[in-house]
């Protein structure tokens, strides 16, 4: 009921920047919480950066002071500003959404993730 698409991702020289997109759309009552994973090859899924319904940012310390999340809530939206990327922050870059439905549920989505490759 609650779809969650990335898009941005890309090619990118060691130093470079992306912004990464995420749109959540369906039957959608409120998005709490909004936030960006990444799975770098062979490794598990690892957790960015969380966007709350009232804008306050959390980031992990391997991106904090170079990556900046946030979210325009009348478009359903979250971004990912990326900067000085590392070669190390390649890795598909997965969205999640939590909120609650027009049918007062909770939902919990992922969208298919948006590869980001950081060549050195």
């Known amino acids: 009921q609650v779809q969650v698409v990335e898009s941005g991702g890309g090619l990118v020289q060691a130093g470079g920047s992306l912004r990464l997109s995420c749109a959540a759309s369906?039957?959608?009552?409120?998005?709490?919480?909004m936030a960006w994973y990444r799975q770098a090859p062979g490794k598990q899924r690892e957790w960015v950066a969380t966007v709350s319904d009232g804008g306050i940012t959390t980031y992990a310390s391997s991106v904090k002071g170079r990556f900046t999340s946030s979210r325009d809530n009348a478009k359903n939206t979250m971004y990912l500003h990326m900067n000085s990327l590392k070669p190390e922050d390649t890795a598909v870059y997965y969205c999640n959404s939590k909120g609650i439905l027009r049918i007062y549920s909770s939902y919990d989505s992922w969208g298919q993730g948006t590869q980001v490759t950081v060549s050195s």
């Open positions: 369906g039957s959608i009552l409120r998005i709490n919480v």
